[in-house]
């Protein structure tokens, strides 16, 4: 969701439309509520140019200033912070401490919105010092040390900022504040999932936002009531409000707001099965966040449209921008740009295991026999990974390893795979052939977690007898050893199409048997984790 900053609203004498300037900071305002964008930015330059004339170091830095907020809107983010700064500076030469406590303000709006949280908190903190006790100004900061909580995942301390800023907005009288501070307590609402308070702050912000002719506002409220909308499966009156919020950022020319109004159009055709409507307006979404620059919007845009193609069976393409989005999210925590990226790389990830198991049971769905031997390898081998006190990041990656092992079976003829008889030694060399099939599959997909090894060579042998590249001793990764060991007892305990079913205890010494296949701490993990559990069951079973 995209939080509304709060900046100051040119009101007060020192804006009171009694000279020329000021009366065009006055027609700025009011084309830039209406969304006349461009002809706001020439009323805003004559307004700065005339108060250069006269002298009126007031006037030039409110409109420095407001000029600075329409330029970032516009993702013209340097000459927006040039603007902000100069107006900084124009404001202390005629000692209005006020002026630039909100040019300060302004400037720790743009760099929250860029992402630089650490250093807009401290410039908040320094438009309150400068502000003394101006109780509007107080308000405003309130709004936006809230949306950085909101942001940084601090729900509790943003509800309480949103509800003081609230407060003092309705004292002073400031319905567009008030309009401010009920669209972000809607945000942090969402937020904890408490949808019917947010679906109503949201309307009455854009209520007020309408009354006003506040145009980016009300975009703001339309999109973000479309996602608790989507939350709430009203998918039409979120398509509707996502359509709308799209046409105003259109017509104020804000690429990333546009980027996330697709996105959140995208979401609605994908939840109301339409694929191919989805993945063009997630399309779009992506292009326009990688032509503004934005990480979080492409990261978000790639992780929905991921979510499409699974629907389609369209695995791999899923795969590549799960990919994508994890690597875009990383990039976020490596900048410290969103410090609850946690949260949103683990969902992320969840995501990710949602499409690799999917993937990895339609491997199986042809195969009556076969069906939910990747879950169960992928069980026994996650196990045996935590009896070797391997990390999360490993057993993470054995678990995804686990579920995509026998992807290149997919290319093996069905009368092959289900023949119930012996395999000659031509079919067996076909059968042979599925790790390396399988890592062609997946050659053009970047993993976040090293899958590879697994799948070409979980059918490795320790003593060198193994496919299909020969691999001795610790020459085999210890990822691919542990899903080959669990692979095989999954093999041994379940019924094919040329035998029966083992016995735990059959297959535990059929295992220990062949125990030079795997290193000796693989074998014993294995046997503390999957061998002696499972014929402890059977023989309490027998008993």
Known sequence: MTPATTLARPSGPMLRPVR??????????????????PEAIECYEAAIAQAERNGEQTILAEALRRLGVLRHQRDECEAARRLCQRSYEVACQAGHDLLAAEAVNTLGVMLLREGSLAEARETFLRALERGGNAKALSARVDQNLGILANIQGELEEAMSRYQDSLEAYQSLGDEHGCALAYHNLGMVSADRELFEDADRYFGQSLEIAQKTDDVYLQGLCLM??????????????????GEAALALF???????????????????YRETGRPVLAESRLRSAIELAVAKGSVLSEAEASRELALVYQAMGRNQEALALLNTAHRLFNRLDARVDLVNVDGKVAALEGTYLAVVREWGQSIESSDSYTFGHCGRVADNAVAVAQALGLDETEITTIRLGAYLHDVGKVRVPHEILNKPGRLTNEEFDIIKMHP?????????????WDLKPIIRWHHEKYDGSGYPDRLMGDEIP?????????????????TRSYRGAMSAEQAVSEITRCRASWSPGVYQAFMRAVGQPALAVDRELAA
């Open 478 to 494: 210890l990822s691919a050893q542990i899903v080959g060991i669990a692979d095989v007892y999954d093999a041994l305990t379940t």
């Open 250 to 268: 259109d017509q104020l020319g804000t690429r990333g707001l546009k980027a996330d109004a697709y996105r959140v159009i995208g979401v609605v």
């Open 436 to 448: 390396v099939w399988g890592m062609e599959l997946l050659a053009q997909v970047e993993f976040p």
């Open 224 to 241: 973000n009531q479309a996602e608790v909308l989507i939350a709430r499966q009203r998918f039409e009156d979120a398509r509707r409000n």
């Open 20 to 37: 020329a300037a000021a009366d065009l900071v006055h027609d700025a305002r009011e084309r830039e509520r209406a969304g006349c964008i």
